[in-house]
């Protein structure tokens, strides 16, 4: 079985925030192939079934944000998960607004939810999806996280969540090796 968890913030709130990338992108996957986030399991949303062919749990921890890992670590104890079989998906203030970058390990970059999971499972040895949102140009980080995608921005998000579909896909019948291969850009560093 794969894990994929989206990160992000519950409740109506913050569901169109840029922090939100994570939830907004396992929405998608769960639409695309009719699965239903209506189970609540150690402080997460789930929903399960195949993505393309292969088992999966979808999770959205409600824990919010810098807490994620009080989610993630049960979810993959209690249905015994491999950390290779975790995908963890999440937005990015470095990379561009609409580009997405897939790695098999690292650090969190800073990210709050991401040293959250790392600290909980006691490991960076896990793949994770980045969506990048961009940098403000005016304004500090934190309030332009937890902001809402204008409208262009919205639009031109909509084709990263596309790539990002495919990418989870990719991870959960072929391996990170392979989804790195086909979505990240020519010459990035491959870890």
């Not at 789930?46 to 921890?61: E, F, N, Y």
Request: aromatic fraction near 8%.
């Amino acid at each position: 079985m794969k894990l994929i968890v989206g990160l992000g913030n519950p409740g109506p709130r913050y569901a169109r925030n840029r922090h939100n990338v994570g939830y907004q992108c396992l929405e998608r996957v769960a639409r695309r192939h009719d699965l239903q986030f209506g189970r609540m399991m150690f402080k997460a949303q789930i929903a399960s079934g195949l993505v393309a062919g292969t088992r999966a749990l979808l999770a959205k921890p409600l824990t919010f944000m810098n807490l994620s890992g009080q989610s993630v670590r049960p979810l993959l104890r209690w249905y015994r998960v491999a950390l290779p079989d975790l995908l963890v998906i999440y937005d990015d203030l470095d990379l561009p607004l609409g580009r997405i970058r897939l790695r098999q390990k690292g650090s969190s970059g800073g990210h709050k939810g991401m040293s959250s999971v790392i600290e909980q499972l006691g490991s960076d040895e896990f793949s994770r999806l980045r969506i990048g949102i961009g940098r403000p140009l005016y304004g500090e980080p934190p309030d332009y996280v937890l902001g809402d995608f204008t409208r262009d921005e919205a639009i031109a998000m909509e084709f990263a969540y596309d790539q990002a579909v495919s990418a989870v896909e990719t991870f959960v019948t072929a391996g990170i090796t392979q989804a790195m291969n086909r979505f990240n850009l020519p010459g990035e560093d491959p870890t």
